[in-house]
């Protein structure tokens, strides 16, 4: 579209106990592992290398120096290099910053996630990375810092998300790390606290995404979390790390530690620790159960195996006393080397920097496909010429008086969160940027003090902002966004509200506002953040973005009960978010899956074509019933027979589907054998119930369009 149109930037933009189940049959075949291993080659190579090793150089290898292991160079083994992140490679000049995983998984597009992870995989391996830390687990806690890192609120959701990206990263020989395992859902207290899951809690939520990490895509490394899981560190918990994910799953990569997260030596290797992540010595810690607050940080170089750390000469005294067998040993290194084999990283000779391939027009379509229009009443999207000026009004539409060029201000706009996850900008376009050059294109440009009334449409840019280290401490905008947007919305009739946040925020004060008639929550875009959203707003790229979380109408309405500290009791169960909101039969006010088009879309002929315990198949006819061509997410859910106990309803597929206007296509979606059992707690196994079944399809978790049931 191209018109001339008059952009008003504000000079001073404003801040503002348990039974078994009835009538269930197991399903071996289900959760079966292949009988063809695809680890084999790779397993071979490591055993032939790790036979020559001494105990002192198995242990060079597993242990860790500011995220580089150390070289065994008469075996031809070089030191291995570990970085983060999620949105790309951490602390690099010339890397990409690309959209939050949040964003990836908003798209709900599963060749944009296996896109995404080829791309970042291929920066890593350009930098001289060979195992990257990312991808990271799903969102249970609304208000928890790392949510904008995560995949999410729904374990289906998370599978996919983080599996195509590791699927993605892998292919481009860089190992991917899934983390952080598991019930670390907060960082309040993360390095002390106890998080305490019920067994099918546990199973079908939060170890679910790891478990289709090991056996679907095979995924090289997983980290551990800091926290206790029912009492045990993780990182020292045989159940965990031995018997469910090494031997009930069959895991063939190996399990590292986060930074600082040892808290027993021994007991750590023993109980299946595969590779100590490095950064801190240990001498408060190492032989106790984790006086954090006493450890003295610091960042070794390669003589730190010979001073004392943890690993290293620590455990070779272990080694040599007995106290951690060979064999234990040998597991770990070889765990180590045949997920370099793997995935084809090259062992010998060390990884040279390269230039990165061309991204930002991914990472700019990334962004689009993320944004998710929740509401757009009286057609006030996309921007048209009848809009003959806008105001461009909120902190957030621009960088920061703090903002220096790679680094992320908070006090201005938020492209991507904090901690260790954000990747240093290579430049950062900002709404009011390209807001000014899509109006420079139009003809245009104007400055006005009172912007809000001048404007024909006022956009007003709030966030909120998320790291690592820390919880949000409430729902509420930053910078006084909510009185902001209040304020604007008193004096204009078409305001339109662009959120940066990274999960759920407070919009009950304003929402309802008939003066607010556009709302996009765009999430952390990354480096090309202003672009993709211009491209939504102007009508360039349709929005098909869905959240990856609800909305509630009150903060009330959620029900994860706030951290303590040291108990984190997950007594909700398997009941959060969407799950929660069917339960109670209170209505949230923009549902997990939600988001709007330009166009609309209607369904009709479900049919369940196959079902058995080795999959279901499903299929649906969707028309595009509007004037723009467009992209609908289709989305299947499962209702379990009653007996169950189980939620009403849960994601198990969802089909991005472009169609053009006055169109139909036949949309099909499979449940994978992976994801139909549920878990018996008291046989100890994923099972298949006998019983009938509910099929919903729809628009979003609260948009059902059609139903249907099959007998299984």
Same mark, same amino acid.
């Not at 049959?25 to 071979?44: E, F, G, H, I, N």
């Not at 002192?56 to 970085?83: D, H, M, Y």
């Given at each position: 579209?191209?018109?001339?149109?008059?952009?008003?930037?504000? $000079?001073?933009?404003?801040?503002?106990?348990?039974?078994?189940?009835?009538?269930?049959?197991?399903?071996?075949?289900?959760?079966?592992?292949?009988?063809? #291993? @695809?680890?084999?080659?790779?397993?071979?190579?490591?055993?032939?290398?790790?036979?020559?090793?001494?105990?002192?150089?198995?242990?060079?290898?597993?242990?860790?120096?500011?995220?580089?292991?150390?070289?065994?160079?008469?075996?031809?083994?070089?030191?291995?290099? %570990?970085? #983060?992140?999620?949105?790309?490679?951490?602390?690099?000049?010339?890397?990409?910053?690309?959209?939050?995983?949040?964003?990836?998984?908003?798209?709900?597009?599963?060749?944009?996630?296996?896109?995404?992870?080829?791309?970042?995989?291929?920066?890593?391996?350009?930098?001289?990375?060979?195992?990257?830390?990312?991808?990271?687990?799903?969102?249970? !806690?609304?208000?928890?810092?790392?949510?904008?890192?995560?995949?999410?609120?729904?374990?289906?959701?998370?599978?996919?998300?983080?599996?195509?990206?590791?699927?993605?990263?892998?292919?481009?020989?860089?190992?991917?790390?899934?983390?952080?395992?598991?019930?670390?859902?907060?960082?309040?207290?993360?390095?002390?606290?106890?998080?305490?899951?019920?067994?099918?809690?546990?199973?079908?939520?939060?170890?679910?995404?790891?478990?289709?990490?090991?056996?679907?895509?095979?995924?090289?490394?997983?980290?551990?979390?800091?926290?206790?899981?029912?009492?045990?560190?993780?990182?020292?918990?045989?159940?965990?790390?031995? #018997?469910?994910?090494?031997?009930?799953?069959?895991?063939?990569?190996?399990?590292?530690?986060?930074?600082?997260?040892?808290?027993?030596?021994?007991?750590?290797?023993?109980?299946?620790?595969?590779?100590?992540?490095?950064?801190?010595?240990?001498?408060?810690?190492?032989?106790?159960?984790?006086?954090?607050?006493?450890?003295?940080?610091? /960042?070794?170089?390669?003589?730190?195996?010979?001073?004392?750390?943890?690993?290293?000469?620590?455990?070779?005294?272990?080694?040599?006393?007995?106290? *951690?067998?060979?064999?234990?040993?040998?597991?770990?290194?070889?765990?180590?080397?045949?997920?370099?084999?793997?995935?084809?990283?090259?062992?010998?000779?060390?990884?040279?920097?390269?230039?990165?391939?061309?991204?930002?027009?991914?990472?700019?379509?990334?962004?689009?496909?993320?944004?998710?229009?929740?509401?757009?009443?009286?057609?006030?999207? @996309?921007?048209?010429?009848?809009?003959?000026?806008?105001?461009?009004?909120?902190?957030?539409?621009?960088?920061?008086?703090?903002?220096?060029?790679?680094?992320?201000?908070?006090?201005?706009?938020?492209?991507?969160?904090?901690?260790?996850?954000?990747?240093?900008?290579?430049?950062?376009?900002?709404?009011?940027?390209?807001?000014?050059?899509?109006?420079? #294109?139009? +003809?245009?440009?104007?400055?006005?003090?009172? *912007?809000?009334?001048?404007?024909?449409?006022?956009?007003?840019?709030?966030?909120?902002?998320?790291?690592?280290?820390?919880?949000?401490?409430?729902?509420?905008?930053?910078?006084?966004?909510?009185?902001?947007?209040?304020?604007?919305?008193?004096?204009?009739?078409?305001?339109?509200?662009?959120?940066?946040?990274?999960?759920?925020?407070?919009?009950?004060?304003?929402?309802?506002?008939?003066?607010?008639?556009?709302?996009?929550?765009?999430? /952390?875009?990354?480096?090309?953040?202003?672009?993709?959203?211009?491209?939504?707003?102007?009508?360039?790229?349709?929005?098909?973005?869905?959240? @990856?979380?609800?909305?509630?109408? $009150?903060?009330?309405?959620?029900?994860?009960?706030?951290?303590?500290?040291?108990?984190?009791?997950?007594?909700?169960?398997? /009941?959060?978010?969407?799950?929660?909101?069917?339960?109670?039969? *209170?209505?949230?006010?923009?549902?997990?899956?939600? +988001?709007?088009?330009?166009?609309?879309?209607?369904?009709?002929?479900?049919?369940?074509?196959?079902?058995?315990?080795?999959?279901?198949?499903?299929?649906?006819?969707?028309?595009?019933?509007?004037? %723009?061509?467009?992209?609908?997410?289709?989305?299947?859910?499962? +209702?379990?027979?009653?007996?169950?106990?189980?939620?009403?309803?849960?994601?198990?597929?969802?089909?991005?589907?472009?169609?053009?206007?006055?169109?139909?296509?036949?949309?099909?979606?499979?449940?994978?054998?992976?994801?139909?059992?549920?878990? !018996?707690?008291?046989?100890?196994?994923?099972?298949?119930?006998?019983?009938?079944?509910?099929?919903?399809?729809?628009?979003?978790? +609260?948009?059902?369009?059609?139903?249907?049931?099959?007998?299984?």
């Amino acid at each position: 579209m191209h018109f001339t149109q008059t952009v008003l930037l504000a $000079s001073a933009l404003l801040s503002a106990g348990a039974a078994a189940l009835p009538d269930v049959a197991a399903d071996p075949s289900a959760l079966a592992r292949r009988t063809d #291993d @695809p680890w084999a080659a790779a397993k071979s190579q490591a055993a032939a290398v790790v036979a020559q090793l001494t105990t002192e150089e198995k242990i060079r290898i597993i242990n860790l120096c500011v995220g580089q292991t150390f070289p065994v160079a008469r075996v031809g083994v070089r030191g291995f290099c %570990l970085q #983060d992140g999620p949105t790309g490679v951490r602390i690099a000049d010339g890397a990409s910053a690309f959209s939050a995983s949040v964003n990836v998984a908003a798209t709900f597009d599963k060749q944009l996630m296996k896109e995404r992870g080829e791309l970042i995989g291929a920066e890593f391996a350009g930098k001289g990375v060979d195992i990257a830390l990312m991808p990271v687990h799903m969102a249970r !806690d609304p208000l928890a810092g790392r949510n904008w890192e995560g995949q999410g609120a729904d374990p289906y959701l998370t599978a996919i998300s983080a599996g195509y990206q590791i699927r993605g990263v892998q292919s481009q020989g860089v190992v991917a790390t899934v983390k952080h395992l598991v019930g670390n859902e907060q960082e309040s207290w993360r390095h002390h606290s106890d998080s305490e899951i019920d067994d099918r809690t546990l199973r079908e939520i939060y170890l679910r995404p790891f478990q289709y990490a090991v056996q679907k895509e095979n995924v090289g490394a997983i980290m551990h979390s800091y926290n206790m899981l029912n009492g045990t560190h993780t990182g020292q918990n045989a159940r965990l790390l031995t #018997d469910i994910v090494k031997g009930e799953w069959g895991y063939n990569g190996f399990i590292m530690s986060d930074w600082w997260a040892l808290t027993n030596q021994t007991k750590a290797a023993n109980a299946g620790l595969d590779m100590l992540m490095p950064g801190a010595a240990w001498s408060t810690v190492c032989n106790g159960e984790g006086a954090f607050e006493n450890t003295v940080y610091g /960042y070794p170089g390669a003589e730190a195996f010979e001073t004392g750390y943890c690993w290293g000469s620590n455990l070779l005294a272990d080694a040599q006393a007995g106290h *951690v067998s060979d064999a234990r040993l040998t597991d770990a290194v070889t765990r180590i080397l045949s997920s370099a084999y793997y995935v084809g990283l090259p062992t010998g000779a060390t990884r040279t920097s390269t230039s990165r391939a061309p991204t930002a027009s991914t990472i700019r379509n990334s962004g689009a496909a993320s944004a998710v229009l929740v509401k757009n009443s009286r057609g006030v999207l @996309p921007l048209t010429s009848a809009a003959r000026s806008v105001a461009v009004i909120g902190s957030d539409a621009t960088f920061g008086a703090a903002y220096e060029s790679g680094g992320v201000d908070p006090s201005g706009h938020v492209a991507q969160g904090g901690g260790s996850g954000p990747t240093r900008f290579p430049y950062l376009v900002t709404p009011l940027a390209a807001l000014s050059a899509r109006a420079a #294109d139009n +003809g245009d440009l104007a400055t006005a003090a009172s *912007v809000a009334a001048l404007g024909d449409v006022a956009l007003v840019f709030v966030k909120s902002y998320a790291t690592e280290s820390g919880d949000r401490p409430s729902y509420a905008l930053d910078s006084n966004g909510d009185a902001l947007v209040k304020a604007v919305a008193a004096v204009n009739k078409n305001t339109v509200v662009v959120l940066n946040i990274p999960s759920p925020v407070d919009m009950s004060g304003w929402v309802d506002n008939e003066n607010v008639t556009a709302i996009i929550v765009a999430l /952390y875009p990354g480096q090309e953040s202003g672009n993709s959203l211009v491209d939504v707003l102007y009508g360039d790229y349709n929005p098909s973005g869905r959240l @990856p979380f609800s909305i509630a109408r $009150s903060t009330a309405d959620y029900n994860v009960p706030e951290a303590e500290q040291p108990k984190v009791q997950y007594s909700e169960g398997l /009941y959060f978010d969407y799950r929660q909101f069917d339960k109670t039969g *209170v209505k949230p006010l923009y549902p997990f899956g939600h +988001g709007l088009s330009y166009t609309t879309f209607a369904y009709s002929n479900l049919q369940v074509t196959a079902a058995s315990r080795h999959g279901v198949d499903v299929s649906v006819d969707v028309s595009n019933t509007g004037a %723009l061509p467009g992209n609908e997410v289709v989305q299947l859910y499962l +209702g379990y027979p009653a007996a169950t106990n189980s939620p009403v309803k849960q994601l198990k597929d969802f089909n991005k589907v472009n169609i053009k206007a006055g169109r139909s296509a036949t949309v099909s979606l499979h449940i994978d054998s992976f994801f139909l059992p549920i878990w !018996d707690v008291v046989q100890q196994a994923w099972v298949v119930p006998s019983g009938t079944y509910t099929v919903y399809v729809g628009a979003s978790s +609260g948009d059902i369009r059609a139903t249907a049931q099959f007998t299984i």
